[in-house]
T-cell receptor
């Protein structure tokens, strides 16, 4: 089945710094989503981005489907950005998602 | 706003009990999913359903069953809870394949 790899696994930033998280996937996909898991465990939707570029405030994402990777950019990071960021791609025709292991982000004040 | 609601945020059950985890979505989505999340293993699919009364096994269905009697509700059943089923359980829904999925708040289940 499709493999999803995220890097880096851990990232520590000072407040105000910028960061780039990467997601590589091993096969063509029809769905790619980025999530932020909050401290209570809920997965918050950030982007639905099977291709192209999207922006939402300080966050933006780009997926280059032909090269099988996606990037999540966080600018001017804040302590509330801390948590685990997951990339997920479609795992089959019924819409289930295959998740990467996540990037754990810690933003220090 | 889209909403997926899980019946409990925290649950403690005894070994051997029958456990029901409930999930309700208000978006008229066809697809619903149950995942579990464990440290070091990530999120893994237990079961999913693409229509009322339809169900498909995911990657780790052993020890679980599901029920979908109404479109908006998808239940995960632990027939006889065991300590190795202590985990975070996450429910999700989506309209059809290749569309955006939305998750509930999660249920942290502890089996003692």
């Amino acid at each position: 089945g499709i493999q999803v790899e995220q890097s880096p696994p851990d990232l520590i930033l000072q407040e105000g710094a910028n960061s780039t998280l990467r997601c590589n996937f091993s096969d063509s996909v029809n769905n790619l989503q980025w999530f932020h898991q909050n401290p209570w465990g809920q997965l918050i939707n950030l982007f639905y981005i099977p291709s192209g570029t999207k922006q939402n405030g300080r966050l933006s994402a780009t997926t280059v489907a032909t090269e099988r990777y996606s990037l999540l950019y966080i600018s001017s990071s804040q302590t509330t950005d801390s948590g685990v960021y997951f990339c997920a791609v479609d795992g089959g025709s019924q819409g289930n998602l295959i998740f990467g292991k996540g990037t754990k982000l810690s933003v220090k004040p | 706003d889209v909403k997926v609601t899980q019946s409990s945020r925290y649950l403690v059950k005894r070994t051997g009990e029958k456990v029901f985890l409930e999930c309700v979505q208000d978006m008229d989505h066809e697809n619903m999913f149950w995942y579990r999340q464990d440290p070091g293993l990530g999120l893994r699919l237990i079961y999913f359903s693409y229509d009322v009364k339809m169900k498909e096994k995911g990657d780790i269905p052993e020890g679980y069953s599901v029920s979908r009697e109404k479109k908006e509700r998808f239940s995960l059943i632990l027939e006889s809870a065991s300590t190795n089923q202590t985990s975070m359980y996450l429910c999700a829904s989506s309209r059809r394949e290749y569309t955006e999925a939305f998750f509930g708040q999660g249920t942290r289940l502890t089996v003692v």
